[in-house]
């Protein structure tokens, strides 16, 4: 009997709502060539709030489960694991802050999921997995100075430097999130004012659209929303333009303008060659992302002497941040 | 005869103001160990602006009277020049915005001076150079991830990425001082509103100091500016805080929180381990540096979970500029 190396990698993305894992073969020829960017197997699970030892048991049976499905369907063993979290990840796959995860603080994800699947285990931010996947297979990857940047609950980044991932001093580059925008601004949880978040994500977008709505300027989308100005939600607004409804147009061209505003002070700082838009907010298309475009030329610095700097929607959808996971886990166990 | 290796660098800091110009010995063990960096030779004249010839041929005669000086000394000979220019400057040594230098516009200033001087010249950022000496030769330089900027007329930077200078897609990276920080704040030259240094700069000392006075609450200030509210500069503040009167320690203060927070806006973004302040504002020390790190602690996002990021006084002085641009000259073109 010939022993097959272990070239079967896990990868899990941790949301705040649901839990999403992969396995790919981590030594199979990359690029989006690949039908389904290699995946051999996937599956969901929501994402339980009960505290750290039902998250950890809730993963490692997603691995276990994983392991099943690969072994019936090839015989294949998976070799590692890798897992994008919420938050601020240091070196050492310990997750410091993540607010979309209550309960789950300072928690040794790397040791604590490794003990119970027996496996070595790497542990990123899950932005920066997705960016990694996004740079690697995606449609706009291979640049070496890339700005990605997920747009959900709130905002998500990772960046490259000569093609390679920035991580920083602890692991925690790219939280742009939290850049101040605004001083005087509306107040964030993390208990400053005006960050970055509180306009360009989908919940900065709801805010605005409440704001709208409240003042009368957003007459379909009360509509849409059952007739109460406080249940607008994002998705609202991005359907209510998608029709053509004028507040709501309006709307996304003052978040479009948040947008662009925050990339062009991450862009003065980066030097980046291309932006590359993912999360669930730009699945709408272009509704979300010709408003970005159309103010960042406005906004950004030095933009007379600059290359024109691309603004794409991400390519990889949902499966960016457990393949990025699976992929950096290879790099890093390798 | 022995023939002698050029290896002895001119640096030029290129301000909007004066150009200081040194010469060291690339070759010469560095390290702060070297008495006065090392310098060999060093010569200051006012910045001509009256055109790109005027100060192309400025720019040639120093370094004519640099190599002069230095084979009175030594015997030496110049065998590379490194310029610091504040703007963007581009991989291929154009100068492309440069807002301290009215009238120069797409400078070609490799290709320039090289032609001028007969040597190679290699251009980079004037804060960028600044770093980079800080880095190699600076009482706080060797880290991995760190964040250097220059308080004067405006706000320049140099950033490390893992003990390398970050450059960007086009050698643009590194200029915070136009990020937006309020969208309804003072305008800028730059077209825009509220951009950093419209606050963290020296200029923005002074608006903040001059709001102040019209206001009524800086009388002293109003006095050492000869009595007019409008007249009163950076210099006077600092001045004035040094000597513990209450309205002055109070813009300070607020100034201190303006610098604090775009730093926070960077480590948020690039993970740094330490910041280092340098320019002629942060000459006055403790009086500008105790407001700016009594408030970092509380706007850093993620404070909790970093070890301290220490935010240091540059410790080179006028000289950093010009000794960086001829270390970075040094490698580039060896």
Not at 103 to 116: K, N, T
Not at 155 to 165: D, E, N
Not at 306 to 316: D, G, L, N, Y
Request: hydrophobic share 45%; proline share 6%.
């Amino acid at each position: 009997m010939v022993e097959r190396a272990p070239s079967l990698v896990c990868g899990i993305d941790l949301g705040g709502t649901k839990i999403l894992g992969v396995v790919i073969d981590a030594t199979a020829p990359s690029g989006s060539a690949v039908d389904n960017f290699g995946i051999i197997a996937s599956k969901r699970v929501p994402t339980p709030h009960d505290g750290q030892e039902t998250l950890i048991a809730t993963l490692a049976a997603l691995v276990a489960d994983l392991t099943a499905a690969v072994q019936d369907a090839s015989g294949g063993e998976i070799g590692a694991v890798g897992l994008g979290a919420p938050g601020l990840v240091d070196r050492d796959g310990v997750l410091h802050t993540g607010p979309n995860l209550p309960g789950i603080e300072d928690c040794p994800f790397s040791d604590r999921l490794g003990s119970a699947t027996g496996l070595p285990v790497a542990v990123d931010n899950d932005a920066t997995c997705a960016a990694w996947a996004e740079h690697e297979l995606g449609r706009f990857g291979g640049h070496n100075h890339t700005l990605f940047l997920t747009l959900g609950t709130g905002i998500g980044a990772g960046i490259t430097v000569k093609g390679q991932l920035l991580r920083g001093a602890n692991g925690y580059a790219g939280e742009p999130g939290h850049m101040v925008l605004d001083p005087n601004g509306p107040p964030c949880p993390c208990g400053r004012r005006g960050c970055w978040e509180r306009y360009a994500s989908g919940s900065g977008l709801a805010r605005l659209a409440r704001d709208a709505a409240h003042a009368g300027r957003a007459p379909g989308l009360v509509e849409l929303a059952g007739g109460d100005p406080e249940a607008v939600r994002g998705e609202h607004v991005t359907t209510a333009a998608s029709r053509g409804a004028p507040g709501a147009l309006e709307i996304m061209a003052e978040f479009g303008w948040w947008v662009a505003l925050g990339i062009a002070n991450l862009v003065a700082v980066l030097d980046s060659e291309v932006v590359i838009i993912g999360g669930g907010l730009v699945e709408a298309g272009s509704v979300v992302m010709d408003p970005i475009r159309a103010a960042f030329g406005d906004v950004l610095f030095g933009a007379r002497a600059r290359p024109a700097i691309p603004v794409e929607q991400a390519s990889m959808g949902e499966f960016a941040g457990a393949i990025g996971a699976a992929l950096l886990a290879a790099q890093r166990l390798r």
